[in-house]
C-alpha cells in the first residue's frame, strides 16, 4: 500500500459520518488567512529579508523541541550545533547535524513535531517521501537549494504562508531596531511587536539590575525610584504600541498576584535593586507587578497576556553550558484561583481590560481556568500552550473548557513558535483540530450545523482579531 506522506484527513474522527462532518467545516477556514498574535519569530528575518542558510540552520539547531527529545537519547547538544555559552567548539557541519537528525527522526513518531515537520517537508518544500536516512541528502540538497532562492526569503513565505499578520515578542530594554527598520512601511502592519518586560521585572534574572539602570537611560526616568521605575514602563509601553504592539506578555514561574500599598512597594522595590533577593521578596515583586502591569493595561488598552507556571532551566549544567530555552523547561503545578485573586480584587470586574490566561498545568482546565473566564469579565483563556499544543491537547482543552467557559471566552490560536516554517503546519492543526471537535458536538446533537458553521472561522480567525484588538 503506498501511503501518502500527509493523509488528507489527518485527526479528523474515525467514523465515517462524523468526519465527513469534520471536512466540511474544515474546507470553510482551511484557506483563512493567519493570524499569530503571539510567538518567537525574529523580526530581523522580516526586516531585512535575507535568505535562510540552510536545512539544518534554519530547520533544527534554533528548535528546542527537536533537540530536547534527541538530548533525551543521549545525543550530545554540541553534535546537534547548538551554541554554547563560553563559545567552545561545536559541530558547525550542518550536513552532518541534518544526518544525525535524519538517523533519529523516527523518535517523534507519535509526536506533534512529526506532525509539523512532515508537514513543511511536503506543503513547504514539496518533497514526497518520507525523512530518513535514505532520504537525508536529497532533503538537505533540495531544502538548502530553494532556501537560496527568491520564493523562499522571509517575506515572500509570509504572503505565500497566506499570514495575515504576526507578532513577535521582545524585552522591556529591546532597542526595537528591526521594528524601527520596516516602521512605516506596509510590513509594519503585518509584522508587529510585544512588550515582555519579564527582563526588567523578574529580580532573579541574573540581567536584572542591569536591565532597570538601562531602562532609565532609555526612558530618562530615574529607576532608582518605585515612581521612575513605574514611569520608565510606561514610557516603554507607549513605544512598544508605536511599533504595533497591542497586547504585553508576561512569563512568570507562577501565576501569583499582590497588591501592596506604596510604601510597601518602595521598600521591596529598594531590596529588589539590592543584589540579594531573597526568593520570598522575588516572588513578592513579580506578583505586585503583574497588578501593576493590568492596571497600565486599564490606562493604555494593551491586552495583557499571563504566560504562568514554566519552571525554566531545571538542568543546571546544560543552562550553564548552552544557556535558556535549552528544552530543560518543564510544566509545574499553577494555582490561579488563589493566584490571581489579589489582581481580581483591585480589577477583575473591568470591562476595558482583557487579561488572557495560559497555563502547562492542564488540571487547572476544568477546576479554575473556565469557572475564572466564564466569570470575570476580564478574563480570557488562552489556547493549549507548549506541551499541551499537541492534537490530544487541544482535545482535552475543548472538553474540559467548553462547557463552563464556552467558546467565545477563548481567543482562537497562538503558535508561539520561533520556527517559522512550522506556522502553517501548526494553524492547520489546531483548525482540524477544533473542526473535529465542533463536528463530535454536531453528530452528537448538541450543537447545529448551521452554529459550527460559524464558529469554524470565528475559532479559526476572527477570535485571534478580536481577542488581541487587531
Ligand atoms: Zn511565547
Redesign the pocket.
Known sequence: MTEKLLDPDRLFPADPSTREIARSLYDIVRHLPIISP???TDPGWFATNACFKDAASLLLIPDHYLFRMLYSHGIAMESLGVPRVDGGPVETDTRKIWHLFAAHYYLFRGTPSALWMDHVFHEVFGLDEAFSPATADAFYDHITAELQTDAYRPRALLDRFNIELIAT?EGAVDELPHHRAIAGTEWARRVITTFRPDDAVDPEREDFRANVARLGEMTGEDTGSWSGYLAALRARRATYREFGATAT?H?HPTAATADLGRAECETLFGRCLSGTVSPADAELFRAQMLTEMAGMSLEDGMVMQI?AGARRNTNAEVFSRFGRDKGADVPSATNFLDGLQALLNRYGNEPALRIILFTLDETTYARELAPLAGHYPCLKLGPP??FHDSPEGMLRYRQQTTETAGFYNTVGF?D?TRAFLSIPARHDVARRMDCRFLATLVAEGRLRFAEAEELAPDLAYHLAKRGYNL
Request: glycine share 18%.
Open positions: 503571539h510567538g518567537h515578542t506578555d512569563g504566560h500552550w507548549w497562538n508561539d
